[in-house]
C-alpha cells in the first residue's frame, strides 16, 4: 500500500498529468486530496496508472471521487501545448485543477520534478510544493491523481477517434506508434495534433 504523504494541520493536495507525449489531443490533470487512510481492498489498489490494467483503472475512478477528500481534473489545449510548449502546458492543466478544488489547499506534491508556483486565489501568495519523481508510486494522492488523469483523458481520446477514425485513438489514444504515423503519412494531420511535436518520422 501508498503512503499518505501529511503535514500536521495543512490541506494537501496531489497532482499529476496525463497525456504529454502523445501527437495529438489536449493534456489533462487532476488534483486530489485524500485524506486519512483507508484500510480496504480498494485502497490497497492505488498506484501509479501505468502499473495498473484498464479495468482497474476505471474501477478505482469512481472509488477515487467517493472517498477523495476533494478532486477536480482539468486540461491544457492542443493550441496551448503548442503555445507553451508540453510542460508549461501539464503545468498550466495541474494549475486549473488545483483552481478547481472545493478546499483551501495549503501544500501540493506533484509527481516529477518540475513545477511552477500556484498562486492561491484566496491569499494571492504561492502555495508552498514539492515534487517527487515516481510520486505516483508512492503517495496516495499523486496516484489517485494520476488515475483521473489517466481515465478522463482517454474517455477524451475515445470521442475524439469517432470523429476521426483512421488514426486509431480508441487504442493508441493519441500516443506515437507506428500505426499512428502511417496513418498521419497517409491521410495528413487533424485539428487535434500537436502541431510543434515531430509528426512524420
Not at 24 to 38: L, Q, R
Not at 71 to 93: C, G, H, K, P, S
Not at 110 to 136: C, L, Q, W
Request: charge should be neutral.
Amino acid at each position: 500500500m501508498l503512503e499518505p504523504y501529511y503535514i500536521q494541520g495543512v490541506v494537501e493536495a496531489g497532482c499529476d498529468e496525463a497525456g504529454r507525449g502523445p501527437l495529438a489531443g489536449d493534456v489533462f490533470a487532476a488534483a486530489v486530496v485524500w485524506g486519512n487512510t483507508k484500510d480496504d481492498d480498494m485502497s490497497a489498489l492505488l498506484n501509479d496508472s501505468k502499473q495498473l490494467t484498464d479495468r482497474q483503472r476505471y474501477c478505482l475512478r469512481p472509488y477515487i471521487e467517493q472517498n477523495a477528500v476533494a478532486w477536480a481534473v482539468a486540461r491544457a489545449t492542443v493550441e496551448e501545448i503548442d503555445r507553451l510548449n508540453i510542460l508549461n502546458a501539464a503545468i498550466l492543466a495541474m494549475h486549473r485543477a488545483l483552481d478547481r478544488l472545493q478546499v483551501t489547499v495549503g501544500h501540493i506534491i506533484v509527481d516529477g520534478n518540475r513545477f511552477k508556483p500556484y498562486i492561491s486565489a484566496e491569499t494571492g501568495m504561492a502555495v508552498p510544493h514539492r515534487t517527487v519523481v515516481k510520486g505516483d508510486g508512492k503517495y496516495m494522492s499523486i496516484a489517485a491523481a494520476s488515475i483521473l488523469a489517466k481515465t478522463y483523458r482517454d474517455d477524451y481520446m475515445l470521442d475524439l477517434h469517432k470523429e476521426f477514425p483512421l488514426y486509431g485513438w480508441d487504442d493508441n489514444k493519441g500516443y506515437p506508434t507506428r500505426e499512428h504515423y502511417e496513418a498521419i503519412a497517409r491521410y495528413g494531420v487533424t485539428p487535434y495534433h500537436r502541431k510543434s511535436f515531430k509528426l512524420y518520422k
